[in-house]
């Protein structure tokens, strides 16, 4: 077998679904299901991010993101509202009944976030945290795991065979760019992992477009091609202000646009017979 084992399609030849409570029901993610993860960037303020919860919930966005713990370049950069930002999180599930999504960045801070999110995101700085990924592997709870800055597909495939070798199966792939020498986008997508990771691991596979391109205007045509290659899902940032957003406004959406998007995203998953939530 392959280096890694419980991840492959050697160990489990068909798709795996991650099933997720929700007051309606539960969202599944992956084979043939098409889900839309959306939100701000960061929690700011409770009123903009219950107001956007409202917004995002009646345009047909499947989970709530927003960062509670910012891992920002320089350290004078607002770096989240912490445990003050869950408490928002938590209203926000509580109003809407969309499961919430953020990124987890120490060990110390499972069980502040165990209760209240329904997916904890390991970013691409902590991918090979193999500390924190052997925690999560002791956890029940879904777990979204993007490539690391400059991680090959190998790499990328054995720190999710960490969470699973802990006895946790639910684990999503989020395709979320890689560094390279290109400077005019902040990375660059690998559309071909997308088919590739389908081929190799029976785990679903997102694609992060906002993140990937650093620029609102790419991460329509990015997406699209995300779902056209085969995605499972995406994960786009939306602000109402984006010029006045405390991080990443470059590549946020308008709520606007989003809608746009999602419709455009849906026409493409309906062609392809795509299960839509």
């Not at 099933?19 to 959306?38: N, R, S, V, W």
């Not at 939100?39 to 993101?65: H, I, Q, W, Y």
Request: hydrophobic fraction near 40%.
């Amino acid at each position: 077998m392959q280096a890694y084992k419980l991840v492959s399609r050697q160990y489990c030849s068909q798709d795996t679904i991650i099933k997720i409570p929700t007051p309606g029901g539960p969202l599944c993610i992956g084979a043939g299901y098409l889900t839309i993860i959306a939100g701000p960037c960061a929690v700011e303020s409770r009123d903009t991010f219950l107001e956007m919860a409202g917004l995002l919930k009646s345009m047909g966005a499947n989970v709530l993101r927003g960062g509670l713990f910012k891992p920002r370049t320089s350290p004078y950069s607002f770096k989240g509202l912490g445990s003050q930002g869950l408490k928002i999180m938590a209203e926000a599930r509580e109003l809407t009944g969309m499961p919430v999504i953020t990124e987890i960045m120490d060990v110390r801070d499972i069980d502040l976030l165990y209760e209240t999110v329904d997916i904890l995101q390991v970013g691409s700085r902590n991918m090979q945290n193999y500390t924190l990924l052997e925690e999560l592997g002791r956890l029940d709870k879904p777990v979204l795991l993007k490539r690391g800055l400059s991680a090959t597909i190998e790499e990328w495939l054995l720190a999710a065979e960490y969470i699973l070798n802990g006895g946790n199966n639910k684990v999503i792939f989020c395709e979320r760019g890689i560094r390279t020498f290109e400077p005019w986008t902040r990375n660059t997508v690998d559309i071909g992992a997308i088919p590739l990771i389908k081929q190799l691991s029976h785990l679903p596979v997102l694609v992060d477009p906002s993140h990937a391109t650093g620029r609102w205007k790419m991460v329509s045509p990015v997406a699209k091609a995300a779902v056209a290659a085969g995605a499972d899902g995406i994960m786009v940032e939306v602000h109402q202000s984006p010029e006045q957003a405390l991080s990443d406004g470059k590549q946020s959406l308008t709520p606007e646009n989003f809608q746009i998007l999602y419709k455009q995203v849906i026409a493409l998953a309906e062609l392809e017979h795509r299960e839509i939530l």
